[in-house]
């Protein structure tokens, strides 16, 4: 691996993607500590080769890396290597106003900068195809970004949870009935979704009854009043109500023109 780099400058039309690469490159690092610094954008690193630690955060925790890993620095977050041996890695800094979003959805956490993957080849596949396009196409290469943050990590046990949850979510059950069908307490279950989601139990069963409904609604003929009763809603009104707040469309207007498809046999 040979020592390169190139900077970008996006202008601001591509800055409008709301995700943009700011630089690539590659590089090898000797086994010896580098001086501590903040960056004023967000970077991801993936290291092929070597083993150490990442000094990160105020408090200049320690972690261990070996590779293959992928970890993340953030702007204005501390942070200085410590190879044990030589490194080899790539690099990439981006930006752009859709990081607070990952950031707030769970991807990109400050709090633990070192991502453990089920698969490391993952993120390695996910990073040459970053490093290969950043350089000719920008729109290209914010979706290499979002492949590279969205990689998927280790399965934790919240993220089961959730999908439970989300199979529980059209029966009309208080959270607390929800946390006791799941075997858990209210507690858990709220770790699990904000650990899972960056989320609240309430918001995991709402969105998943108006991706329902969206769905009953374009794909069947079942009136309104149906659809609010199949997907947990008593009250008609009241489900019109929600769905035109959260869709930004009335039931009926979203049955209209939400849909490419035709309709499914009604139950």
């Given at each position: 691996m040979?020592?390169?780099?190139?900077?970008?400058?996006?202008?601001?039309?591509?800055?409008?993607?709301?995700?943009?690469?700011?630089?690539?490159?590659?590089?090898?690092?000797?086994?010896?500590?580098?001086?501590?610094?903040?960056?004023?954008?967000?970077?991801?690193?993936?290291?092929?080769?070597?083993?150490g630690?990442?000094?990160h955060?105020?408090?200049?925790v320690?972690?261990?890396?070996?590779?293959?890993?992928?970890?993340?620095?953030?702007?204005?977050?501390?942070?200085g290597?410590?190879?044990?041996?030589?490194?080899?890695?790539?690099?990439?800094?981006?930006?752009?106003?859709?990081?607070?979003?990952?950031?707030?959805?769970?991807?990109?956490?400050p709090?633990?900068?070192?991502?453990?993957?089920?698969?490391?080849?993952?993120?390695?596949?996910?990073?040459?195809?970053?490093?290969?396009?950043a350089?000719?196409?920008?729109?290209?290469?914010?979706?290499?970004?979002?492949?590279?943050?969205?990689?998927?990590?280790?399965?934790?046990?919240?993220?089961?949870?959730?999908?439970?949850?989300?199979?529980?979510?059209?029966?009309?059950?208080?959270?607390?009935?929800?946390?006791?069908?799941?075997?858990?307490?209210?507690?858990?279950?709220?770790?699990?979704?904000?650990?899972?989601?960056?989320?609240?139990?309430?918001?995991?069963?709402?969105?998943?009854?108006?991706?329902?409904?969206?769905?009953?609604?374009?794909?069947?003929?079942?009136?309104?009043a149906?659809?609010a009763?199949?997907?947990?809603?008593?009250?008609?009104?009241y489900?019109?109500?929600?769905?035109?707040?959260r869709?930004?469309?009335?039931?009926?207007?979203?049955?209209r023109?939400?849909?490419?498809?035709g309709?499914?046999s009604?139950?």
């Amino acid at each position: 691996m040979e020592n390169w780099s190139t900077y970008l400058t996006p202008d601001p039309i591509e800055r409008q993607l709301g995700l943009f690469c700011l630089g690539v490159g590659e590089q090898r690092i000797p086994p010896a500590a580098t001086p501590e610094r903040a960056l004023g954008c967000h970077a991801a690193v993936f290291l092929h080769q070597g083993r150490g630690q990442l000094l990160h955060g105020p408090d200049r925790v320690l972690h261990a890396i070996e590779a293959p890993a992928l970890f993340w620095l953030f702007p204005g977050v501390l942070h200085g290597y410590r190879p044990a041996t030589n490194w080899q890695q790539s690099w990439a800094l981006f930006g752009g106003t859709a990081t607070a979003a990952l950031t707030h959805l769970g991807y990109l956490t400050p709090e633990t900068p070192v991502r453990r993957y089920a698969d490391p080849r993952a993120p390695q596949r996910a990073f040459a195809k970053l490093l290969r396009v950043a350089q000719t196409s920008e729109v290209q290469a914010a979706a290499a970004l979002y492949d590279l943050i969205a990689t998927p990590a280790q399965t934790e046990p919240g993220n089961e949870l959730v999908a439970q949850l989300r199979a529980f979510a059209c029966r009309p059950l208080s959270i607390p009935q929800y946390a006791e069908a799941l075997g858990v307490t209210v507690g858990e279950l709220r770790a699990a979704t904000r650990q899972a989601s960056a989320s609240t139990p309430q918001e995991v069963i709402l969105t998943t009854r108006m991706n329902e409904a969206k769905a009953l609604l374009a794909e069947t003929d079942l009136p309104v009043a149906v659809v609010a009763r199949e997907v947990g809603y008593d009250d008609p009104a009241y489900f019109s109500r929600l769905f035109s707040a959260r869709v930004g469309q009335a039931p009926r207007t979203f049955r209209r023109i939400g849909s490419i498809g035709g309709r499914r046999s009604s139950f």
